[in-house]
């Protein structure tokens, strides 16, 4: 069974004025439609073909950069999309906010450390926040479509929180303001998925 691009589940203009309608069209309708089609055709007859994107990715030969950059893409857009969400934001609360302020101090220094990670990634990538096996957060950033699924990416952990910070997902309505769009980002997100992902994740 190949890769489907996911659904949004809302609207493309429903992160306004966050994220703008028509980067949020082309984002996931060409972008996401393009890293899934490659994927498919990169797994094609091959022995990664019918496992899950997270036992590709998680013993990935990063030599292979057509399954390395089209699998990231794939895997760090749904993810994205769903951490996302206008309607149904939650409060940053429970057992996440607890193990953020463990490892950052406040959820302020959180932030803190996000967008920093975010706006210093030189170039195309992604900020994360992971958490290891025992519950332990962290903040880190991967270029192009790495993520700390891979093999060897700097930091490891499951991703439960992930900012795409290539020009494509704000340039049209940031221009080069990347810590514009960064603190944007934080109205729109869905922290009750995010609180999902850690209690599966942990
Ligand atoms: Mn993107």
Same mark, same amino acid.
């Given at each position: 069974?190949?890769?489907?691009?996911?659904?949004?589940?809302?609207?493309?203009?429903?992160?306004?004025?966050?994220?703008?309608?028509?980067?949020?069209?082309?984002?996931?309708?060409?972008?996401?439609?393009?890293?899934? %089609?490659?994927?498919?055709?990169?797994?094609?007859?091959?022995?990664?073909?019918?496992?899950? @994107?997270?036992? @590709?990715?998680?013993?990935?030969?990063? !030599?292979?950069k057509a399954v390395r950059n089209n699998g990231g893409g794939f895997y760090n857009? #749904?993810?994205?999309? #769903?951490?996302?969400?206008? #309607? !149904?934001?939650?409060?940053?609360?429970?057992?996440?906010?607890?193990?953020?302020?463990?490892?950052?101090? =406040?959820?302020?220094?959180?932030?803190?450390?996000? #967008?920093?990670?975010?706006?210093?990634?030189?170039?195309?990538?992604?900020?994360?926040?992971?958490? !290891?096996?025992?519950?332990?957060? =962290?903040?880190? =950033?991967?270029?192009?479509?790495?993520?700390?699924?891979?093999?060897?990416?700097?930091?490891?952990?499951?991703?439960?929180?992930?900012? !795409?910070?290539?020009?494509?997902?704000?340039?049209?309505?940031?221009?080069? &303001? &990347?810590?514009?769009? @960064?603190?944007?980002?934080?109205?729109?997100? %869905?922290?009750?998925?995010?609180? &999902? &992902?850690?209690?599966?994740?942990?």
């Amino acid at each position: 069974m190949a890769f489907q691009l996911p659904e949004l589940g809302y609207a493309y203009d429903a992160l306004e004025p966050n994220i703008d309608a028509r980067t949020m069209e082309i984002h996931h309708g060409k972008h996401h439609q393009g890293y899934t %089609n490659n994927l498919n055709n990169a797994l094609a007859g091959t022995d990664l073909e019918g496992n899950s @994107i997270e036992a @590709i990715l998680g013993n990935l030969d990063m !030599d292979n950069k057509a399954v390395r950059n089209n699998g990231g893409g794939f895997y760090n857009h #749904s993810l994205f999309w #769903s951490v996302m969400n206008p #309607s !149904d934001k939650g409060t940053l609360s429970g057992e996440l906010k607890t193990a953020i302020e463990a490892q950052f101090g =406040s959820v302020d220094a959180f932030k803190d450390a996000f #967008s920093k990670a975010a706006a210093t990634q030189f170039g195309s990538g992604w900020a994360w926040l992971c958490v !290891d096996k025992g519950g332990k957060v =962290s903040v880190c =950033s991967t270029p192009n479509q790495d993520n700390p699924l891979m093999p060897g990416v700097t930091c490891q952990g499951t991703p439960v929180l992930g900012l !795409d910070v290539w020009e494509h997902a704000y340039y049209l309505n940031y221009q080069n &303001r &990347r810590p514009d769009y @960064i603190n944007a980002f934080f109205n729109v997100i %869905n922290w009750n998925e995010v609180a &999902r &992902r850690y209690a599966e994740s942990k």
